[in-house]
């Protein structure tokens, strides 16, 4: 499809500081949508107002929401139970328990409604905290006497809790209340429909789910963010004038930080720019103010070549596809041709002053964190690694001696339980070697390293460049002597060195310790996951079933006999 400027500038808008209903209600996507997601409203007070403006958020990301809705009910007593529903919304209106129960006591018998839906799966539930104070009145008093304890006290409770509920997640609407302050009340709609939020809360919630939590729970997160230097980290040109002439403001400034963050929650960022290399060193060498340093960037392509190329070179360098990268640049015509060029790239229009950057970014669909990722402090380490590996690989002899220059270790743990949350992680960010792709969810992870029914392997790669971390699973569902793998999973950041095959090898041969003679494999073809899928067949002649494991480890055997890296095992 063409870039279209006008659709892509009104998104751009959605995703400002703020906006308006007539502003949602104009926009309209061009793209069908490619995801469909059902959702079911069990509530007590409305969910109505958020729902009439939700649908141009979530066609940002080409998705289309159904929402039902249950009748008005504060004992929440009959959720709905339905296959077909991808996520409850639990909505509640907290001020009914206030007089009732303590709040540990409300959060108590809300987890027990929510265990209620979860009964025998995993569906996602959703459940909203409440501000601390929403009325003018609460000026009057103490925390002690007035009701800011109680929802305090409530929201503590309730984030506690649900961190050990698997598949549950908080809508912090307590923290965008604090944001936009005392106009999140509105006491007319108190009065006409016992809907206390103004219509700018409204907007912000509906913003909220549908630009940061669902994307997260249902897309392909970013995984990476190529980035602009002139007008879009600063405002000026570097090549006109000298590091210390371009401006940055406090908003900049902010910006910067927010990349940091985002970088040490294991975002990777590149640099995209056309400029000399030395001065973009310069700038972020000697511009003490800034927050971000050179060695934040994983890849820097600091030169005259158009950017679509460099794009290219960057999405090879962080060995990841251009779907899961955001490019930010400040230039409309330079998006639109790196578009032309990569028709899957996410995009970002940057404002000059910084001020709409960060809060396009902070609004932009995949980019939300739910869960601490435990690996981020090793991603841009790692990805600079293999640039050093790549060094390496140029000047050796031939491929082996290369394997053998880098003195790989493969450490395969078996049912190993701290490893859980990573399963999780890999699970819902590897997209490329992702064979079977079941974005398995946090009990879904715990479930399969405690069951006597699965076998768990996870993989540990390090060399002398760097430790990258638990970057492969292997999950094994045991029936007698068959053994069916559910899932394949292997960080981007490792292929290219044969580990999948290697680690692999050594999984084969413990099933054929413990008796195993056939093997199935789990399948699902999707957007990205190509290289897993033809991985996969080279190994098996394109079979998935009944796959002789005797067999199997002699093609493979052949495929890594010289490889040089040293396995070792660990055991729960």
Not at 50 to 73: E, H, M, R
Not at 171 to 179: G, P
Not at 184 to 210: C, K, M, W
Not at 397 to 404: E, K, R
Request: hydrophobic share 40%; net charge negative.
């Amino acid at each position: 499809m063409l870039f279209d400027s006008v659709s892509f500038i009104n998104k751009m808008n959605l995703l400002n500081n703020s906006v308006k209903r007539k502003e949602l209600k104009q926009y309209q996507d061009p793209r069908s949508p490619k995801l469909n997601i059902n959702i079911r409203i069990e509530r007590n007070f409305p969910f109505e107002y958020i729902g009439q403006i939700i649908d141009p958020l979530f066609s940002t990301w080409s998705t289309k929401a159904f929402i039902t809705y249950s009748d008005y009910d504060s004992t929440f007593s009959k959720p709905l139970i339905n296959e077909d529903i991808d996520v409850y919304i639990l909505w509640v209106d907290w001020r009914e328990y206030y007089d009732k129960m303590s709040p540990s006591e409300a959060v108590g018998w809300l987890k027990s409604r929510i265990e209620y839906i979860n009964q025998g799966s995993n569906r996602r539930v959703i459940v909203n905290n409440w501000p601390e104070s929403l009325d003018y009145n609460e000026l009057m008093f103490s925390p002690i006497l007035g009701k800011r304890d109680w929802f305090k006290q409530l929201n503590i409770e309730l984030n506690k809790e649900i961190k050990n509920i698997s598949s549950c997640e908080v809508i912090d609407i307590a923290l965008v209340a604090q944001i936009i302050g005392i106009n999140s009340y509105d006491g007319r709609n108190e009065q006409v429909s016992n809907y206390p939020f103004s219509n700018q809360f409204t907007i912000e919630i509906a913003r909220h789910l549908a630009l940061r939590m669902l994307p997260v729970l249902f897309y392909p997160r970013i995984k990476a963010l190529v980035l602009d230097l002139d007008d879009t980290l600063y405002t000026g040109v570097l090549g006109e004038s000298s590091y210390t002439d371009v401006i940055i403001t406090d908003k900049h400034l902010f910006f910067h930080q927010l990349l940091k963050d985002m970088k040490n929650s294991g975002t990777m960022l590149a640099l995209c720019t056309r400029n000399e290399e030395q001065d973009v060193k310069d700038f972020f060498e000697k511009r003490a103010e800034i927050k971000l340093k050179w060695e934040d960037f994983a890849v820097v392509c600091a030169n005259w070549n158009p950017k679509s190329e460099n794009i290219a070179v960057i999405a090879r360098k962080l060995n990841i596809d251009t779907t899961a990268m955001l490019f930010i640049d400040d230039n409309i015509s330079e998006l639109a041709k790196a578009a032309s060029v990569h028709s899957k790239l996410n995009l970002l229009l940057a404002d000059p002053t910084g001020k709409e950057t960060i809060h396009r970014l902070l609004n932009y669909p995949g980019v939300y964190y739910l869960n601490k990722d435990e690996s981020a402090s090793l991603r841009t380490v790692d990805v600079q690694s293999n640039l050093e590996r790549e060094k390496l690989r140029d000047i050796a002899y031939d491929y082996n001696t290369y394997l053998s220059s880098l003195k790989m270790k493969i450490t395969v743990y078996e049912n190993f339980k701290d490893h859980k949350n990573r399963i999780y992680e890999l699970s819902h960010k590897t997209n490329q070697f992702n064979l079977a792709l079941k974005r398995i969810n946090e009990q879904m992870s715990k479930e399969v390293i405690n069951s006597p029914e699965y076998k768990t392997f996870t993989v540990n790669l390090s060399d002398v460049l760097s430790d990258s971390g638990i970057i492969g699973v292997f999950i094994c569902k045991i029936n007698d002597n068959f053994a069916t793998f559910e899932e394949i999973l292997f960080s981007c950041r490792a292929l290219g060195r044969r580990v999948e095959s290697v680690s692999f090898l050594w999984v084969l041969k413990r099933l054929q310790e413990m008796g195993i003679k056939k093997l199935n494999f789990e399948v699902q073809e999707g957007l990205r996951n190509a290289p897993a899928i033809d991985w996969l067949k080279r190994l098996t002649n394109e079979e998935f079933i009944e796959i002789k494991l005797n067999e199997i480890i002699k093609v493979v055997e052949g495929k890594v006999k010289s490889h040089p890296a040293e396995v070792i095992s660990v055991y729960e």
